[in-house]
């Protein structure tokens, strides 16, 4: 089954349980000062789940693109992460709780009118006190009991507000990724074995003030399921990144550099990441973020040279990143037919892009054997830490192209001296980061969301959301 049929799927059933299917909104967020990116399918729904507007209909499902740069260092190490996305996500607004949402879960992962997984490799986690839930998966679905772990961390609690438990659901790959004697192979283990496909929250308390729980008078549902994980199920393949999603990407990668996918295991990482950023830099143009030295230009500006420098390791030395853009439009224009409309555009920016920073690569160059011959002359083979960072900072330069140069004329960098003005600049940044408050609406995917997303200056390519589950 192709990742669209799935979208097609997902949203065909719920719209058969009475959901209205809302469209995609942009990876920007609309009115939302807490959050640098739209990371969860609810997050675009926001103002219905805290109340401040009453939507036509209760039940919503979706297909949202989402980004999570905090899963950057986790793309292309797992099978399983990006940083651009898509959740697909149902919604209870007050309306059903929790019997329908476990039992639709079940009948659209296993009726093979649906998709149709085998239900003997389902497994799920609950909250332990979550007797209700545990109930439900046991008594009403069936799923014995040695296969409903308890978790303590699925509980969404942001502090004052509405909070509540979760169940999440997760898909056993089978022995040949670990045994089962090893608890990291269980569901919520570091092993992918058990891989975790969807996440259902349920909104019921609410959290005091003075620190105790009630119950809320109007219960909401909140799910996501990665739309990229039930591809790689259901077309049998290793990892996200060798599904329809991405193959055609990567193939047109490989192309351009001359290198064979499932060769070499650093290409393979390179050719992940490069396939992971050009879609989140296409989105986000397509969105209309220009690449900028600020706020989600900046984490856009620097997806790319991170995609140019993984190019360079495939032996790439030119601007090549623009030519995937018609691929991605062709892959994801069934559904996203911005990346299409706008592809010319968006070539453009990213080839621009590009340019500059292959410019800034030969500037860097010519400042770094300033440099080297300075700490020569001065009759030391090390590149001080504060110049390195200066290259970094100011240059945009990759400290370890300086450390690469240093190594070439046998020379080393002060990495410890790098670290420290790093972590100098970073207090600076925590310094002047503005606190943008709790956004006291529940949980779940939406944690993210709540957390404060705050963005920490020039160094670090993550926002500071934790992702809890
Ligand atoms: P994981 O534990 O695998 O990092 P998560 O618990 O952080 O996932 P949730 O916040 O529960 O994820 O999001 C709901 C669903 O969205 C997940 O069950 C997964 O299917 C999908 N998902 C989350 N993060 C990513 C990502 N970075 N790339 C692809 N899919 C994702
Ligand atoms: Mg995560
Ligand atoms: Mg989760
Ligand atoms: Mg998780």
Redesign the pocket.
Known sequence: MNASEIRKKWLAFFESKGHKIEASASLVPHNDPSLLWIN?GMAPLKPYFDGRVKPDNPRIANSQKCI?TN?IE?VGKTK????F?E?LGNFSIGDYFKEETIKWAWEFLTDKKWIGFDPDRLSVTVYPEDEEAFKLWNEVIGLPEERIYKLEENFWDIGEGPCGPCT?IFYDRGEKYGDLSDPECWPGGENERFL????LVFSQFNHNKDGSYTPLPNKNIDT???L??FASILQDVDS?FDTDLFLPIINRTCQLAGVTYHHNAEHDVALKVIADHIRTVVFSVGDGVMPSNEGRGYIIRRLLRRAVRYGKSLGVDRPFLHELTPVVGEVMGVYYPEVVEKKEFIERVIRTEEERFHETLSDGLVLLSQLAEQAKQSGSAVIGGDDAFKLYDTYGFPFDLTEDYAAEHGMTVDRDGFDAAMEAQRERARAARQDTGSMNVQGG?LA?ITDKSEFVGYNELVTDCE?K?
Not at 80 to 83: E, G, L, S
Not at 196 to 199: G, H, L
């Open positions: 969860a999570r899963d986790n399983r992460h990006h940083t996305f959740m999440e975790e496909v969807w996440n996501g399921a990665g990229e994980r996200n995917p993210d992702i589950a």
